[in-house]
C-alpha cells in the first residue's frame, strides 16, 4: 500500500526521521513522491502506532488516487468507498500541499455525498488536535496529485498532557518531547533496545524512548537532574503501560565506562551541556571561549561513547551555534571531533526553538 505522510515544520528532520524508524525495524519501502510538506511512501506492511512512535509526522493518508487526468481521478475515486459508517450526518475536511487539485476533490465529494443521502459538511482548517477527537469525522490529503484519506493522526494534547502532567521539569535544560521523540528515532532504537542518554536531564528522552520500548540508561551529574528523572519516571511507569525498565546513574558523561559496559548499547541520543544559559548575546571572543570548553567536554564524552556504543550504532548529538554581538555565527568543528573519536559523520540537520537566543545542530553519527 502506499500512503501520504504529511510533515511537521522541520521537514527534512521528519523524513530523515521516518527513514531511520523503518529502516531500524527492518520495513520495507519506496519514497515515490518527496516535497516541501509530504512525503508519499509505498510500505509492505503498516501500523496505526506509528503515528504515536514519530515526532515529525502530523497525519498518515491512505492513498486512494495518483492519476494526473481529472476523468482519471473521478473514475478511480469511483472504485473507492470512502464513507464506511452508519450517521447521515457527517464532517469532512480537506488539506491542499503543493495542489491546485483541493477545489476539484471538494467538488466531487459534495456530489459524492449528496448520492448517499448524507448530509455532508465541509470543515476548514481543522487541527491535528480537533481531527484526533472527532472520531466519526473524514480527513483527505492532497499532495500534488495524490489524494489520501486520512488513516492517522498525531495527537498533541497527549503529547502536552503528558510535559506538563509530569512531576518535575527543569525548564532551562528541558527539550521539547515532539523533538525527543525525533532524535530516538533517527538513533533507530526500537523496542527492546539498550538506550543511553548522557545527558539525561530530568529524563525527557528516557521516558519516550521507555514509551517505545527501549530498555534506558541515564547519565547527569547534576543530583537534582537525577531526583527529577527518577520522578519523571516513576510517574509515566505508573500512567503508562511500559514492558522495560529504566536505571540511572548519578555521575559524569566523561566516566561512562565505569559503569556502562563496553560496547553494551545499542543506540545513543542526547543534547548535551551547551555552555551557560543565554541572557545576552556573546562577543566573538566570549563565543570562541565557550567553543573552545565545549570542544574539550565533548570529545572527552565522545572518547568514552565510542566504547559503550556497539559497532555500527547510532549516536545522535547535538551542538550549538552561537549568534554574536558582531553578526557573526560561530559553531564547533564537530563533525572533525566526531571523525577523531571513531564515528562516521552521516547527516547534520540546523534546528532552533522559536525566539531562542541558541541555535542547535542536531548530529547524526554512526560508530565506525
Known amino acids: 500500500m502506499k500512503y501520504i505522510f504529511v510533515l511537521g515544520r522541520d521537514p527534512e528532520l521528519s523524513k530523515a526521521e521516518i527513514e531511520s524508524y523503518l529502516e531500524a525495524r527492518k520495513i520495507p519501502f519506496t519514497t515515490i513522491d518527496n516535497?516541501?510538506?509530504?512525503?508519499?511512501?509505498?510500505?509492505?506492511?503498516?501500523e496505526k502506532k506509528i503515528i504515536k512512535e514519530l515526532g515529525g509526522t502530523i497525519k498518515i493518508a491512505e492513498l486512494l488516487s495518483s492519476e494526473r487526468?481529472?476523468?482519471?481521478?473521478?473514475y478511480t475515486?469511483?472504485?473507492?468507498?470512502?464513507?464506511?459508517?452508519?450517521k447521515n450526518k457527517i464532517t469532512y475536511s480537506i488539506t491542499a500541499l503543493e495542489t491546485d487539485l483541493d477545489s476539484f476533490l471538494e467538488d466531487y465529494l459534495k456530489d459524492y455525498f449528496k448520492g448517499m443521502h448524507l448530509k455532508a459538511l465541509h470543515k476548514k482548517e481543522v487541527s491535528p488536535s480537533q481531527l484526533s477527537q472527532r472520531k466519526d469525522a473524514l480527513d483527505f490529503v492532497v499532495f500534488r496529485s495524490h489524494i489520501g484519506i486520512t488513516i492517522?493522526?498525531?495527537?498533541?494534547k497527549e503529547l502536552k498532557r503528558r510535559d506538563l502532567e509530569r512531576p518535575a521539569v527543569d525548564h532551562m535544560k528541558v527539550i521539547s518531547l515532539r523533538l525527543a521523540k525525533i532524535l530516538i528515532n533517527l538513533s533507530e532504537a526500537k523496542e527492546n533496545s539498550l538506550f543511553l542518554d548522557p545527558f539525561c536531564g530530568s529524563g525527557s528522552i528516557l521516558q519516550e524512548?521507555?514509551?517505545?520500548?527501549?530498555?534506558v540508561r541515564g547519565v547527569d551529574k547534576d543530583p537534582e537532574s537525577i531526583r527529577q528523572a527518577k520522578l519523571n519516571l516513576e510517574w509515566l511507569k505508573q500512567n503508562y503501560p511500559l514492558k522495560e525498565d529504566y536505571t540511572l546513574h548519578y555521575s559524569d558523561a566523561r566516566k561512562l565506562t565505569l559503569y556502562v559496559p563496553i560496547k553494551?548499547?545499542?543506540?545513543?541520543?542526547?543534547?548535551?551541556?551547551l555552555g551557560p544559559f543565554i541572557r545576552k548575546i556573546p562577543s566573538i571572543f566570549e563565543a570562541i571561549t565557550l567553543i573552545e570548553d565545549l570542544t574539550n567536554l565533548?570529545?572527552?564524552?565522545l572518547n568514552q561513547l565510542s566504547q559503550v556504543l556497539k559497532k555500527g550504532k547510532k549516536l545522535i548529538f547535538i551542538t550549538p551555534r552561537f549568534k554574536t554581538k558582531e553578526g557573526k555565527t560561530l559553531f564547533l568543528n564537530f563533525e572533525v571531533l566526531a571523525k577523531e573519536h571513531g564515528f562516521d559523520p552521516e547527516k547534520k540537520f540546523f534546528y532552533a526553538y522559536p525566539e531562542s537566543k541558541l541555535l542547535r545542530d542536531i548530529h547524526v553519527l554512526r560508530k565506525n
Open 35 to 46: 516535497g516541501k510538506e509530504a512525503l508519499v511512501i509505498e510500505l509492505s506492511t503498516f
Open 69 to 74: 487526468r481529472l476523468d482519471r481521478i473521478e
Open 77 to 86: 475515486l469511483k472504485e473507492k468507498e470512502l464513507y464506511k459508517g452508519s
Open 152 to 156: 492517522a493522526v498525531s495527537n498533541p
Open 209 to 215: 524512548a521507555l514509551l517505545l520500548g527501549c530498555k
Open 264 to 273: 553494551s548499547i545499542d543506540a545513543v541520543a542526547t543534547e548535551p551541556y
Open 298 to 301: 565533548y570529545a572527552q564524552v
